[in-house]
């Protein structure tokens, strides 16, 4: 089934921007649905934004609506997530997923280890 691996994540200041990373060793990356789910402390994973397996479709949490972009490049197995006007409460461990339904999907059966993300006020 491959690894994912995220990139890109660190401190910024609020209102500040990162783009994610997340690598999919896969060879059959582009029948995967993909998304980014974010954990904070204590809490359980929400997903953020979510992508279909062609990149036609997207959809994105209330929370990051406007201000989170996913996109996916298939001829380099990647899956982007680029952030914009960061706050505080953005503060959380990102983690890609990839889902074997191809869509935008609420199950997904593979996860990347994570990358911190912290916005300073």
């Known amino acids: 089934q491959g690894q994912l691996a995220e990139s890109g994540g660190g401190s910024v200041q609020a209102g500040g921007s990162l783009r994610l990373s997340c690598a999919y060793s896969e060879r059959r990356f582009t029948t995967y649905g993909m998304a980014w789910f974010r954990q904070l402390p204590g809490q359980g994973r929400e997903r953020v934004a979510a992508i279909n397996r062609w990149g036609t479709s997207t959809m994105y949490a209330d929370s990051v609506q406007g201000r989170f972009t996913i996109s996916r490049d298939n001829a380099q197995s990647t899956v982007y997530l680029e952030m914009n006007s960061l706050k505080p409460e953005d503060t959380a461990v990102y983690y890609c997923?990839?889902?074997?339904?191809?869509?935008?999907?609420?199950?997904?059966?593979?996860w990347g280890p994570g990358t911190q993300v912290t916005v300073s006020s």
């Open positions: 997923a990839a889902s074997a339904y191809g869509g935008i999907s609420t199950k997904y059966d593979y």
